[in-house]
């Protein structure tokens, strides 16, 4: 709008006076429809423009639900699916946080703890376990949330009273250098256990059936030879000497054809009892034949062994068994061979030296030491 100033040329006057201004409506309507125009345009724009915007928002917002709907279900079947694996697997599967509340467990570990799920919810490993097995395994579980995984085995008692093995798994779940909680996966390995043992005892067994006479339950021929076949090697090198006795029962076939068969396995058995209550502990004792003992004397000299020798024949020689009225007692003859300390190379020499001597000992008249080599 203009703004004009009016100078009155002759003001002088007492009268009051009306100035009238008048103006052409058409122009002071104009300047509003102006306005009117550019604001009703302005506002139809900006109407237009948040439209815009509303439906671009709302059509990113549809499409993020749909995402997060997605997502979800993505998850929820995720999460079946790993249920579906676990549940249906042997092997006992839990997770506990860092303060040692379950968060989740698979049917077998349920079914193993005899609990429902919703008593397994967050409950803590000490109510699950009890004090006694809590503290055999709070160590194992302190390591893990340390960030070391374990592996060990335990006997567990199921809630049947049963007893059972576990091999055991822990292994922490680390995110960013920091342990969340635990992993569990225990394995029943009550049968394997129980294999295992059947095993082993077969095993022994038959290690016991390989190396040792069935009669005496001395060792056997093929144990003592081994044996002695070692002792040598290692005399060779620390050169320490050793000393073997060859034993053999006088006149022994006359105790079978004279009382039989069982009181000649009577008699054996006797000898042999005899011959392990006589020689160190460190001595090898085997039955070797029939009637025929021998002895490896280990870290022994010839004469510390020659005594040994003779105190063994006095022994025996006392050594009686009782049939009927009668007391059977029998003389024994013995052969010894010895090496001051890594001589001898092979076994088979030094049994036939003591076989020699042994066969010198009959020879002489029986019950009696002969020494190979000497007279
Ligand atoms: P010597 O040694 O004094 O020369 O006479 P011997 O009678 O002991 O000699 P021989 O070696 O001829 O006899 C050994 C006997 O041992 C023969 C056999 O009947 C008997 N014999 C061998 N093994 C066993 C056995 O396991 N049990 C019994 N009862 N007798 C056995
Ligand atoms: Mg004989
Ligand atoms: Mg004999």
Redesign the pocket.
């Given at each position: 709008m203009a703004i004009r100033t009016v100078r009155f040329t002759h003001p002088q006057t007492s009268a009051p006076f009306v100035v009238g201004v008048c103006r052409d409506p058409d122009d002071v309507y104009a300047l509003w429809r102006k306005d009117i125009v550019l604001l009703v345009g302005m506002l139809a724009a900006l109407a237009v423009f948040s439209s815009l915007v509303l439906g671009l928002f709302q059509k990113w917002q549809r499409d993020s639900d749909r995402k997060i709907a997605k997502t979800a279900a993505a998850l929820v079947e995720r999460d079946r699916f790993i249920r579906l694996i676990t549940d249906n697997v042997p092997t006992k599967i839990a997770y506990w946080d860092n303060s040692l509340h379950c968060q989740y467990a698979n049917n077998a570990y349920m079914q193993w703890f005899g609990k429902t799920a919703e008593a397994m919810e967050n409950i803590s490993v000490r109510d699950l376990l009890g004090e006694e097995a809590f503290a055999r395994s709070e160590p194992y579980m302190r390591a893990t949330l340390a960030g070391e995984p374990q592996l060990f085995e335990r006997m567990v008692l199921r809630p049947d009273g049963s007893a059972g093995y576990n091999q055991v798994r822990y292994i922490p779940n680390q995110m960013n250098g920091e342990v969340n909680g635990m992993f569990v996966l225990a394995v029943d390995v009550t049968e394997l256990k129980r294999t295992q043992a059947e095993l082993e005892q077969r095993v022994h067994e038959l290690h016991t059936q390989a190396t040792t006479d069935a009669?005496t339950g001395l060792a056997n021929r093929r144990f003592f030879m081994d044996r002695a076949a070692e002792e040598l090697a290692r005399n060779r090198r620390y050169k320490q000497p050793l000393a073997m006795l060859m034993v053999?029962?006088?006149?022994?076939?006359?105790?079978?054809d004279t009382y039989g068969?069982d009181v000649?396995?009577a008699l054996?058995r006797a000898l042999a009892v005899t011959m392990q209550e006589t020689m160190r502990t460190t001595d090898i004792v085997a039955r070797v034949g029939?009637?025929e003992f021998a002895v490896l004397l280990l870290h022994t000299d010839k004469p510390t062994a020659k005594n040994a020798a003779e105190r063994l024949r006095e022994a025996l020689g006392k050594t009686c068994i009782q049939t009927g009225n009668n007391e059977l007692c029998f003389t024994v003859s013995i052969g010894m061979a010895s090496d001051a300390g890594g001589e001898l190379t092979s076994v088979d020499e030094l049994l036939k030296r003591a076989d020699l001597a042994l066969y010198q000992a009959?020879a002489n008249g029986?019950d009696q030491v002969c020494c190979h080599g000497e007279s």
């Open positions: 009669l053999d029962v006088d006149h022994f076939k006359n105790v079978n068969h000649g396995d054996l029939g009637e009959k029986r």
